[in-house]
Every structure is written in C-alpha cells, then in structure tokens.
C-alpha cells in the first residue's frame, strides 16, 4: 500500500470514529440499610460505678501470748460454720494462773471466816471487851471481804485468759489464709491477727450519686422511709460485662450527708449472694430505675446518631428515596440486651424524629444529604425493640 493510500485510510477511521455518539451510564444507587425507630413506654435507667463490700469482715487475733497450734477445722478459703474450732494456744501458764487464783480466792475466803467469827465473838463478850477491840475487828472482816472481792476479780481474769487460749470462729463465712505459720509466737505485745472471716452471704454496694440525682431522692425520702414501700432496686454488671442476675440489689440505706468535696451522696445497696458469685472489693455497675417512665418514647440506635457544628442528626430515607437531615434533641441512653451478643445502646430523642422515619443504620459513611439511596430494611437483633421487662418502681404510699 503507497503510502497516499495508507493516510487515506487512517483519515477514514478517524472521521468514522469521530461520527459515534459518547453514551455515559449513571453509577447505581448507594445501596443503605434503614430500620423505624422504636416506640414504647421506656422505663429510664441511672447507672452507676459501685463497689461491693461483705456484709461482715471480722479479724480473728491472739488476744493471749503463746505458742499457736492449728485445728483441723481450719480449712483456708473454705466456709466454716459460727464455733467452729480455729486456733489452740498452749495453756500451761494460764492453768497455773487459774489454780493460783483459785487458791487464792480459797486463802481469802478463810480469812473472811476467820474475821467474821473474831467479831461476834468479840460482839458477844459484851462490856469484857473494849470498844476499840471491836472496831478493830469489824475493820477485820471488811478488809477480807475486799480480799475475796479481789480474789474473785483474779479468778476471772485467769479464766477469761484460759478461754482465749481456744479460738472458735465467731461468725460464718469464708475463712481466709493463715497470717502466722504453726508453732509461732502469737500475742506478744500486741494481738497478732491470725485469719480473717467474711460474712459473704450477702454483700453490700457502695455507690456515690450525684447531686442532681441525689436530690431526687430527697425528694422522695419520706415515701422511702416508709415500712410498708417495696425499696426500689438495681441490678449489676460485673467488670468482664456480665450480668448479675441471680438476684436484685436493694437500696436500703442513704447517707445523711453530701460530701462537700465531689458533691455526692453515697448509697448502699444489699444484693444476696448465696453461691458465692460476688467478692469482697469487686468493682461493678448498678443499675437502678428512676420513678418516672417516659411515655411513646422513640428509640434509635446510637451508632445512627452524628453530630457536626450544627448539634447531633440523623440521616433518613425521604421521598424519591433522597437522603434527608434531621436534627434531633437525645435524651438518656439505654442498654438492650442481646441474645448471645453484647448491649445495643439506643438514645431516646426527645425532638427531631417520628416512629414513621426511615433512620439509615448501615451506609452512613457513603452517603449525603439529598443523593438518591437503595434503601432495604434492616432486621433488628433478636429482642430488640420489644417492651421493657422491669416496671416502674412503685410510687411512694405516703406523699413525700
């Protein structure tokens, strides 16, 4: 082919090409998830950092010096009954002690008798004797009665000391290692602690409220106080995430001041714990229901909710499926349990949002306000939006 020929036919390609028409195809629509917000009676939840106490702590301690010997009742990290048989001290000195007393308190009783006849006989002689023979002998016998007195404090003592040379568990509970190996000096100088004991039946939760809730509470302290109100209760979280759910942790006590300092009112709380599941010096999360419950409240997931300069939104599936703004105004959070899954935080919005707004939850990272979206439902967790399980406290029988 000469080469006029070849630039003829280039051109001709060329021009052919230039001749077809640029069609351009629109992507597809952003496909997101929505789900409708829930709406229900919400009964509202304070939560709070707590620690648990054991109900009773005892230190068992050598309250006599000497040489310790362990029972064989004494099991570390069991639980052992109240009396049980702990300790043995060797009681050589305070057998002495006790007999020593006891012969003494026997000297003085001697004596006594001895006064008292010296002084009727000295009574009955009548003028043969002189008056100050008499005296004397009355003074006599009112020193061996003080003599017997102190005999008798003696023997006390010596027998209280014998008694704390056997050591009995004074409470039941949960028996702890022993501080002070076998063998050992005990009691000198001071009461050496040998074991401690903890009442871990039921336990106790400690937790500071804040003044803005504490007041609540002042408010209502009178209908607390009443005998015949069922307490409000809580229930806890452990620190792995875990519910305690064997049973409900009551408030039964109050302090009669706030702390100056953070501003807080501390609360005690009592929780059975008869399996033993709780410990003493736990960190956990109460859980306790405020009086008031929040009528058709409207409930979305938290991790739908953004927040920009403008204050917290939502985006939702419009008309013509165009993505639309909504500012909204949050309320309190609540924790939905999960089968076999962790919480799901919902919000409460208190403005901003009906039960009929599409609220996108998967997607949010794709899409703006006014694109068109693929919108699909997305079904919630299993659980998820039915009605609240716990009920309102009950309100105060008397006013407050």
Request: negative net charge.
């Amino acid at each position: 082919m000469s080469p006029r020929h070849f630039l003829l036919c280039a051109t001709a390609l060329f021009l052919a090409a230039c001749g077809e028409k640029n069609s351009f195809a629109p992507p597809a629509p952003t496909e997101v998830g929505y789900q409708l917000p829930i709406v229900r009676d919400e009964t509202i939840y304070s939560e709070y950092p707590g620690r648990i106490e054991a109900n009773q702590v005892v230190s068992v301690r050598a309250r006599v010096k000497g040489i310790l010997t362990v029972g064989d009742d004494f099991h570390p990290g069991k639980r052992i009954a109240k009396d049980t048989p702990l300790f043995s001290i060797e009681k050589v000195f305070y057998e002495a002690a006790r007999d020593s007393a006891l012969a003494a308190q026997a000297r003085a009783a001697a004596d006594l008798k001895i006064a008292v006849t010296t002084l009727e006989r000295r009574v009955s002689a009548g003028q043969a004797v002189a008056e100050i023979e008499v005296k004397t002998a009355e003074a006599d016998v009112a020193a061996a009665e003080a003599m017997v007195a102190t005999a008798a404090a003696e023997l006390k003592a010596a027998m209280t000391n014998l008694g704390y040379c056997d050591i009995s568990a004074p409470i039941s509970g949960r028996i702890s290692e022993l501080t002070v190996d076998e063998y050992n000096l005990v009691g000198d100088k001071e009461a050496t602690v040998l074991c401690t004991i903890v009442d871990d039946s039921s336990m106790r939760v400690y937790f500071e409220v804040d003044e803005r809730r504490s007041l609540e509470f002042l408010r209502r302290r009178k209908g607390y106080e009443d005998e015949d109100r069922i307490q409000p209760t809580g229930t806890l979280t452990l620190a792995d995430g875990a519910r305690y759910e064997d049973h409900e942790a009551k408030i039964e006590f109050a302090d009669n001041r706030l702390d100056t300092a953070s501003g807080t009112l501390m609360v005690r709380a009592n929780v059975p714990n008869p399996d033993g599941k709780l410990a003493d010096g736990l960190f956990v999360r109460i859980r306790i229901p405020r009086p008031e419950v929040v009528q058709d409240a409207i409930l979305i997931p938290a991790t739908a909710i953004q927040q920009d300069l403008g204050g917290h939104f939502a985006l939702t599936i419009g008309e013509g499926n165009k993505v639309v703004r909504k500012n909204i105004a949050l309320g309190d959070r609540v924790n939905e349990s999960v089968q076999n899954g962790p919480d799901i935080e919902l919000r409460i919005v208190e403005s901003g949002l009906t039960g009929e707004d599409k609220i996108i939850v998967l997607g949010l990272q794709r899409v703006r306000e006014n694109v068109v979206v693929a919108p699909r439902e997305v079904p919630r967790e299993p659980g998820v939006g039915s009605p609240t399980a716990p009920e309102a406290p009950t309100a105060p029988n008397k006013e407050d």
